[in-house]
C-alpha cells in the first residue's frame, strides 16, 4: 500500500522525527513544507520552502502539489508551529499575534480545505491530523496567542472530523505532550517577567521530563494508521 504524507514543520523538532519515522517505511513518500529545506539525499522525500504565515501563496501552492499526488493513502500532518510571543495580554504585539494565529490555526485549516477538495473524490484512506497541545486546554500566563490557537485548532478538528468523516476522511488533534524539541528550548529562553512557569519549564528540561521526539513520532504514526481506534481529539499521546 502506497502512502503519501504531507508533513508541515519537517525541518526540525518533531516534525524532523516524524519525517525520519516514514521516511524509513517501505512505499512512503513524504512531501515537507518548512522554511528551510534539509536537503537530504532520499528518494521518498519532496520538500518545499514555505512560510505558513504567508496565507495568500499557500492555498495555490498546496492545491497544485496535492492534485498531483496518487497513493493508496493520504495523511496531512499539520505540525508547524510556533509558541509566539512569551508576555502577558497588554504587552502583545499586532504582527507576532498574527504571525501565530496564521501559523497555528488558519494554515492548518486552510491546507485542511485543500486538501480535502484535492482528494474528496479520490479513492483510498485519507487523513488530517493536527498538533495540538496541553495549552489548548488549559491557561498558560504569557502565553495568550498560543494558547488561543492550540484551541481553535482542537475545536476545528472536531467540527471538521463531523463534517468529513462520512466523505471518508478523519480528522485528528493530538496533543503530543512535552517534547525535547527547540520550542521547549524557545520556552526557557522567555524572560522572567513575562513569564510565571519560567522555573517550572526549566525543571522539566533539566530533570529530563522532556519525551524523545522520535517516540512520540511513532506514538502519532500508529494513531494514524489506526484511525478507527481514537477519536477526534487525543490530548496526550504519551497516555497510549
Ligand atoms: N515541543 C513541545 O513540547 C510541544 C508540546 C505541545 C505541542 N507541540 C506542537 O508540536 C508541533 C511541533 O513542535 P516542535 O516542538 O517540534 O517545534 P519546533 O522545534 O520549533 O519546530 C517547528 C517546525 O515548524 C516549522 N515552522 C515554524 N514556523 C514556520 C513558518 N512560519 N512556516 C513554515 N514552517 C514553520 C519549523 O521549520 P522552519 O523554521 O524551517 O520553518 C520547524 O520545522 C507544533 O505544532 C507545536 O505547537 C510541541
Redesign the pocket.
Known sequence: MKTAVFL??????????ILEHYLAQDKVEVFG?????LHLSHSNLQEWE?????LAKIETIMTTIFSGVKADRYFLI??????GEIKPVGKLNLQEMQ?AL???LL?PMLLTNSFVNAFREVPGQKIIC??????AYAPVSGWAS?CSS?AGLDMFARVADEDLRPFGFRVFSI?????????????REAKAEDFPALERFQGYFHQGE??D?KIVATQLAYILSHPEEFPAVVQDVRRL
Open positions: 508541515t514543520g519537517h525541518s526540525r523538532g518533531l516534525g524532523r522525527a513544507f518548512s522554511r528551510n529545506k514555505v512560510d505558513f504565515t504567508d499539520n505540525n508547524a508551529g510556533w509558541i504571525a496564521h501559523l497555528n494554515a493536527n498538533l495540538s497541545s496541553g495549552a498560543y492550540k496533543a503530543p505532550g512535552k517534547v525535547d524539541t527547540e520550542m521547549q528550548a524557545e520556552i522532556l519525551a521526539s
